[in-house]
């Protein structure tokens, strides 16, 4: 009531004394503010037979003031019902003071620590909660058309992901493209339907699918020699890229001619395999497989989980350690497949990067476990699809050993990129995370606490102060760092050895088919290169080499030469 009473001395008409003598307003706004009263003697509210509130009292010494501006912000309330004096500069540019605010309480000082800052700090990477305290986002005007690309880049935006994605497409379009010049279709449809919806394996291998072949000397192709009647040598005769029937004119070509780029060096027939003088080396094919894919099916799932959690997995930790780990894992299981995998399998996409996300993500939530909303639903959608994706990696024509050999170095490479664990950084005495995101919401959770500054990395400190990182460090936090260290030594290595068994000493491994497939029938032996020579004749003098006819279905493959299944990675 005494609120009300004191707004709506407003429509007061008159002008009038107070019971205590003191001066009044009228309803003019452009009178000029009243002298400062000190020469008025102060009276006790309890002392005094007065109202209880002055508020109560039309009459009561309280100048209004206009409607449209706001009561200065007092710097100090004395004690009773007295009112503080008016100045220029307090009437001016104020703000209206906290009602709920204790102006005797302590100022604590905070501390930018993650065990007990109001801050948010990746406990929410999906982005589903909004601090109510986060203040309004600014319509974009010519303030934002003035900073140009400098608002493009400022880590806010998942640039890898929205790069690969674009490229990966329009390399898949080139695919439809060149498999439609070649064959006169877009997707495969003779002498085999392809079931991904997508272009021939043959096209894929042309177009710098990983297939061993064209990568280093593979026995049965290199070391095979075929001699006519007439005693010449021959060699092995392989699919052609424009393959569309089982004749000889899409069965009989050179090496070079199905890897394409140029080609290969020729070898004899007969070359032993140990030979490297004259040896294929494209390299390259351990990175190209990954922007390609064998159909819509293929690419739509790829790109389903790389905008999901590739976008909120890039957000977590930066573009530049997304990139890494992505094109890391990617390349590792391509050259763990190419050790072991059946060596007429042209392996193509991007789900060994994407497997290596996957590991991110599982470590992302071990970390944080105790932040997130439902983390045993989000460990049960996760082990569900890594679970799927390595059953079907069983089935015949695909490589499993790639989905494998990401999955490993995205672990590997997560423990020693991604942020430790909080209750870890406790333990070791880390008060802030090591690393920085590219995304870091520094909005206070609670009123009054203040924004936690960026933190600089741990990289830039040990550059720059290389004996002041070191000092003073916990011995778990040596036993840790150790340990991380230790695996990303372990992982370069392993990746230097595997290299060196592709190229050079070609081990084999008798037991590690069973990763990649079930013994159901011949399901095993998808893959493998068993010729069978037939002759046609072309002409009378002039035998020509060629190929049983060729079936590629999942289920029963028959004996071809050098059959390069595509497997869907």
């Given amino acids: 009531m005494a609120a009300n009473d004191y707004y709506n001395s407003y429509n007061s008409s008159q002008p009038h ?3 205590h003598g003191q001066h009044v307003f009228s309803d003019r706004l452009d009178e000029h503010l009243p002298p400062q009263p000190s020469s008025h003697p102060y009276v006790s509210p309890i002392m005094s037979p007065a109202p209880s509130s002055p508020f109560a009292d039309h009459n009561s010494s309280y100048p209004e003031y206009p409607p449209s501006s706001r009561p200065p912000k007092q710097q100090q309330q004395p004690q009773g019902y007295g009112y503080a004096p008016y100045s220029s500069s307090q009437y001016q540019n104020h703000q209206p003071p906290d009602p709920f605010a204790d102006q005797n309480a302590i100022p604590l000082q905070t501390h930018a620590k993650m065990d007990s800052s109001p801050t948010r700090y990746n406990a929410d990477p999906e982005g589903r909660y909004t601090s109510p305290f986060a203040p309004e986002k600014k319509r974009r005007g010519r303030s934002h058309q003035q900073k140009g690309w400098k608002g493009y880049f400022t880590g806010r935006i998942t640039w890898v992901v929205y790069i690969l994605t674009v490229v990966q497409i329009g390399v898949f379009i080139g695919e439809i493209i060149k498999n439609a010049m070649l064959t006169g279709s877009p997707i495969e449809i003779h002498p085999s339907f392809n079931p991904m919806i997508g272009p021939s394996p043959y096209v894929l291998i042309n177009m710098g699918a990983r297939y061993p072949p064209c990568m280093h000397n593979v026995e049965v192709i290199t070391d095979y020699v075929y001699i006519d009647n007439e005693g010449r040598k ?21 090496l070079s001619q199905l890897c394409g780029f140029g080609g290969v060096p020729y070898q004899e027939p007969g070359t032993k395999v140990t030979d490297r003088r004259h040896e294929p080396n494209q390299w ?10 064998a159909g819509l099916i293929h690419i739509g799932f790829n790109m389903l989980l790389q905008w999901t959690l590739g976008r909120d997995m890039e957000k977590e930790i930066g573009s530049i350690r997304f990139a890494l780990v992505y094109f890391s894992s990617g390349i590792f299981g391509f050259v763990l497949g190419g050790n072991y995998a059946a060596p007429g399998i042209s392996s193509t996409g991007a789900s060994g990067s994407l497997f290596g996300i996957l590991a991110l993500t599982l470590l992302d939530l071990i970390y944080n476990w105790s932040t997130r909303r ?3 639903k989000d460990l049960l959608f996760l082990l569900l699809d890594v679970a799927i994706a390595f059953v079907l990696g069983l089935l015949p024509g695909l490589d499993n050993f790639s989905h494998i050999g990401g999955f490993m170095m995205g672990l590997v490479l997560g423990i020693c990129l991604m942020h430790s664990p909080p209750a870890l950084r406790e333990r070791i005495g880390t008060d802030e995370p090591p690393y920085t995101t590219v995304d870091v919401d520094s909005t206070p959770l609670t ?10 990395p741990a990289m830039k ?4 102060q290389p004996v002041g990182f070191f000092k003073g460090r916990k011995p778990f936090w040596w036993v840790w760092w150790l340990f991380r260290a230790g695996c990303l030594v372990a992982v ?9 068994n592709f190229y050079v000493w070609r081990n084999k491994c008798s037991w590690c088919h069973h990763l990649t497939c079930l013994p159901v029938k011949d399901w095993c032996d998808v893959g493998s290169i068993k010729p069978t020579v037939t002759t046609s004749q072309i002409s009378s003098a002039q035998p020509t080499s060629t190929v049983a006819p060729l079936r590629r279905d999942f289920l029963n493959l028959g004996p071809v030469a050098a059959v390069p299944t595509g497997a869907f990675l």
């Fill in 234 to 254: 021959n060699k092995l005769g392989l699919p052609c890229p424009w393959l569309t029937t089982n004749t000889a004119r899409d069965t009989n070509c050179t």
């Fill in 284 to 293: 390259w094919r351990f990175i190209v497989p990954m922007f390609l894919h």
């Fill in 492 to 500: 370069l290595i392993g990746f230097i050895l595997l290299l060196k």
């Fill in 461 to 464: 400190k040990l550059v720059s």
């Fill in 447 to 456: 009123p009054g606490a203040p924004a936690a500054a960026p933190v600089a």
């Fill in 17 to 19: 004394r107070g019971d």
């Fill in 374 to 376: 439902s983390p045993v």
